[in-house]
């Protein structure tokens, strides 16, 4: 299996800018997950899918933030307009659904510079 | 309020020691904690999962340990190696899939 696949893997933008990073989970995974890492806050969980319909955003900072999945092998998270404080390196993770604590797989991360 | 502490500083360590790292948590009660190695401009990678009526888990060289009264878990490797550098990530389990990430410790072994 390729692994989770997540495009672009690095993305250089201005201020105001839409954004829109792009996830393939694994094949036959139940669960996407979109994470933000940063220095200053570490890894955070922004929000999660479970058969392609979000469970929980608590964790997407604002409005500005959304993300969909229209089916099993793809979501998008898109950022508009762009602030340079959304400068992050943002992952994409998956998993089954065979039970609590199940392990997630991460991608390789996309690292956006917003100037 | 809700923190999860690791070692902000690195942990250096001799290769052939036992590195020894610690995940403490505050007002959270996790039903499982799970540690992740990351390495440089990589995601993290799953390495162990403990759930809280265990005690003790282990893996090849990797120990993790859950203590639900102390609210803490310790994750030892030994006989480390150079290989081993790396940041490790506690992360607890807040949710049926939820995960709540502490901010890394990096290992450094040297030869």
């Known amino acids: 299996d390729a692994g989770v696949i997540q495009s672009p893997r690095h993305e250089v933008t201005e201020m105001g800018q839409e954004v829109t990073l792009r996830c393939k989970p694994i094949?036959?995974?139940?669960?996407l997950f979109w994470y933000r890492q940063t220095m200053m806050r570490g890894l955070e969980l922004l929000i999660y899918?479970?058969?392609?319909?979000?469970?929980?955003d608590s964790g997407m900072p604002e409005d500005r933030f959304s993300a969909k999945m229209p089916n099993a092998s793809f979501s998008t998270l898109k950022i508009q307009p762009s602030e340079p404080r959304d400068s992050a390196v943002y992952f994409c993770?998956?998993?089954?659904?065979?039970?609590?604590?199940?392990?997630?797989?991460f991608g390789p991360g996309t690292r956006l510079l917003v100037l | 309020s809700q923190k999860i502490e690791q070692n902000s500083e690195a942990l250096n360590i001799q290769e052939g020691k036992t590195a020894t790292l610690t995940c403490n948590y505050t007002?959270?009660?996790?039903?499982?904690l799970q540690w992740y190695r990351q390495d440089p401009g990589r995601g993290p990678v799953f390495l162990l999962l403990?759930?809280?009526?265990?005690k003790e888990k282990r893996k090849e060289r990797l120990k993790v340990t859950f203590d639900t009264t102390l609210k803490q878990s310790l994750f030892h490797i030994t006989a480390s190696q150079p290989a081993d550098s790396a940041t490790y990530l506690c992360?607890?389990?807040?949710?049926?899939?939820?995960?709540?990430f502490g901010t890394g410790t990096r290992l450094l072994v040297s030869p």
């Open positions: 899918f479970n058969n392609n319909v979000p469970i929980d």
């Open positions: 007002n959270y009660s996790p039903a499982y």
């Open positions: 094949s036959g995974h139940d669960y």
């Open positions: 992360a607890l389990g807040t949710g049926f899939q939820k995960l709540v």
């Open positions: 403990i759930r809280e009526n265990e």
């Open positions: 993770a998956s998993s089954l659904q065979r039970g609590s604590g199940e392990t997630q797989y």
